[in-house]
């Protein structure tokens, strides 16, 4: 079974005596439970483990986690190991759960029990909101993003374009020969989900419909700058533009969709400006679009899009997990697709899906803002299979 790189880190951090909780946290449908049972069954022979799911829980009983808790100390005791695991999957879904966790955690460290701590959750909101109330200085995380190109490619051989239409889940290969059931899956089991069940459970959204909408309609629009304002036109019973930005914020934190904001050296301005849509997974955007595979190839324009788009969930995605900022830059015809900053280094990228296309912005911005590097990704410049393959945090090295 193939092993992405975040199974070696929950082994080694495992293996070390407990300092922390581990928090593995990320996106629906990305492995991250597959990951950690990997995780766990390479270290059964070192370290013994109990593995428990919250899926089917009422979410009122959060006492569950303290009965899970006590079995795993009555193993430990009974077995005589010096130290054990617990893991508990979406821990997210019960109700005040941090309260719970701490104060078994804080009992464990009181009486020197070498109980070590592995938590997993789908929804960033949730797990954030929970990890910032109660469990500050008493964790550490391990995010995971959405599957890259060369991990689709090494595990389900999944060619570029086909990576550039059907995005980076694993449990959609098996599908992807059929258009149907593809959208189905994209729709109900992720789309649905991180909706349903992550957002609305536990945020306040007063408009749910206008929630989902502004999704679908963001998610359509992945790649290109589009103003709230004008959003507010398509939409029904859309209210204002702040409503549209509070729930951009909420979809971006569950993995879903971002709205980048404006390239400037004016904080207020970043934040008041035009957003540039951009889905955290191809696939999210080209359910969307109409399109079975390999239709939109027959067509550049429309494959352009996907492309753009294709390009962009890659920086976005990876933005999650190597802690840099992501923008787009424009001044009046002049643009840069991306601009990706941390801490004082700035990296400018400009996507070609074709040769027609030009690039004036992107000199301009490079003798306007001297970034730390500027390319090109597409034609006439890096060619997207090895773009795809880097991690963009790389770039400011």
Not at 104 to 119: A, P, T
Not at 180 to 196: E, F, G, K
């Amino acid at each position: 079974m193939y092993q992405r790189e975040q199974y070696q880190i929950i082994i080694e951090r495992l293996r070390e005596s407990r300092k922390f909780i581990q928090v593995v946290m990320g996106p629906r449908q990305i492995g991250k439970t597959t990951v950690v049972r990997q995780a766990l069954k390479a270290l059964k022979n070192e370290i013994p483990c109990l593995v428990f799911s919250a899926d089917n829980i009422q979410a009122t009983k959060n006492t569950w986690i303290s009965d899970c808790w006590a079995t795993a100390r009555a193993q430990m005791k009974l077995e005589g190991n010096r130290e054990f695991i617990l893991a508990i999957d979406e821990i997210q879904k019960l109700k005040d759960w941090s309260e719970v966790v701490k104060k078994e955690w804080d009992e464990d460290s009181f009486n020197g029990i070498e109980l070590k701590v592995i938590l997993l959750g789908s929804s960033r909101v949730l797990l954030q909101k929970g990890l910032a109330d109660s469990l500050a200085g008493r964790f550490e995380t391990i995010k995971m993003t959405h599957w890259s190109y060369p991990e689709m490619r090494d595990a389900f051989g999944m060619s570029l374009d086909e990576y550039i239409y059907f995005g980076g889940y694993p449990g959609a290969v098996a599908l992807m020969k059929d258009s149907d059931r593809w959208s189905n899956y994209i729709r109900d089991s992720i789309i649905d989900a991180t909706i349903n069940k992550d957002i609305l459970h536990d945020t306040a959204i007063s408009k749910p419909a206008l929630l989902r909408q502004t999704f679908e309609l963001g998610a359509s629009y992945s790649g290109q700058i589009v103003s709230l304002t004008k959003m507010i036109g398509s939409l029904q019973d859309a209210g204002n533009t702040t409503t549209l930005s509070g729930y951009l914020n909420v979809l971006k934190d569950s993995g879903l969709i971002a709205g980048i904001q404006k390239f400037s050296v004016d904080k207020a301005r970043q934040k008041a400006s035009i957003p540039k849509f951009q889905v955290f997974n191809n696939a999210l955007r080209n359910v969307y679009s109409g399109y079975s595979f390999p239709e939109p190839m027959r067509e550049p324009r429309v494959w352009g899009h996907f492309f753009e788009s294709a390009i962009g969930a890659h920086i976005a995605s990876k933005s999650l997990s190597e802690n840099y900022e992501v923008f787009y830059w424009r001044d009046g015809n002049l643009e840069v697709d991306y601009i990706l900053k941390k801490n004082n280094k700035t990296v400018a990228i400009e996507v070609k899906s074709n040769a027609d296309t030009t690039n004036k912005g992107l000199a301009v911005f490079r003798e306007r803002y001297k970034p730390h590097s500027s390319f090109v990704v597409g034609k006439g410049g890096m060619d997207a299979e090895v773009f795809l393959g880097i991690k963009p945090g790389k770039l400011f090295e």
